[in-house]
């Protein structure tokens, strides 16, 4: 069965503390994997799309990485803006994409 | 440009009843999703429409059904209205034909209570 699982669940870091997210995945014939971050009340805004493993792609202090069977969200030196939860998504066979459950981040000034 | 747009933002409803969402997709987009989003779920994908077709389905009761206009403007229908029901609707847009690996722009969302 595909699946998408995002760990931690929630995480909370002093600002500057630099850390990961994860996202492991269980689909064949990956064509993609998609960030997310949503902030509450809001929908999700796209952040990466990463196609094949090795690949990386940056934006601000957001670095997310591929491999064959995860991704990694590293978030260097955040700010309490960074708060947010990040949701990793990838579409399977058939077209229907599958999100995790995300991960809740939260940044203390 | 103009984002995603949806409305309307909060419903209320008892159970039994019926309820029609709307989505206006970014100009020049033609594929249109729905998501329901919950807290124990997470988001889980309802249907996408390319050009008035209905292209995917997840895994949803028939109680939620969903068209596409001429215009790229879409509409959910949820019939019969369960207290599990209750959750957040979003609905994404996304640009460039059918590549599924397009990024999706997603509007605010409808929140749905069902009382």
């Known amino acids: 069965e595909d699946q998408v699982t995002q760990s931690p669940e929630a995480l909370r870091l002093q600002e500057g503390e630099s850390s990961s997210l994860n996202c492991s995945y269980t689909?064949?014939?990956?064509?993609?994997l998609f960030w997310y971050r949503q902030d509450p009340g809001k929908g999700p805004e796209f952040l990466f799309t990463?196609?094949?493993a090795g690949e990386e792609k940056e934006k601000e202090r957001l670095k997310a990485t591929l491999t064959k069977k995860e991704s990694f969200l590293h978030i260097t030196a955040p700010k309490p803006e960074d708060s947010a939860t990040y949701l990793c998504?990838?579409?399977?066979?058939?077209?229907?994409?599958?999100f995790g459950k995300g991960t809740r981040l939260h940044i203390l000034p | 440009k103009a984002g995603v747009t949806q409305t309307p933002r909060y419903l209320i409803k008892t159970r039994g009843q019926q309820v029609t969402l709307s989505c206006s997709p970014i100009?020049?987009?033609?594929?249109v999703s729905w998501y329901q989003q919950t807290p124990g779920q997470g988001l889980q994908f309802l249907f996408e429409?390319?050009?008035?077709?209905?292209?995917n389905k997840g895994n949803f009761p028939g109680r939620f059904s969903g068209r596409q206009f001429s215009n790229s403007r879409s509409e959910m229908n949820v019939s019969t209205l369960e207290l599990g029901d209750s959750a957040l609707y979003l609905c994404?847009?996304?640009?460039?034909?059918?590549?599924?690996?397009?990024?999706?722009?997603f509007g605010p969302g409808t929140r749905l209570t069902v009382l």
């Open positions: 990463l196609y094949s």
């Open positions: 100009s020049g987009h033609r594929s």
């Open positions: 998504a990838v579409p399977p066979p058939g077209d229907k994409i599958i």
């Open positions: 689909v064949s014939g990956l064509r993609g």
């Open positions: 429409y390319f050009s008035e077709t209905q292209r």
């Open positions: 994404a847009s996304r640009g460039g034909g059918l590549a599924i690996y397009n990024e999706q722009f």
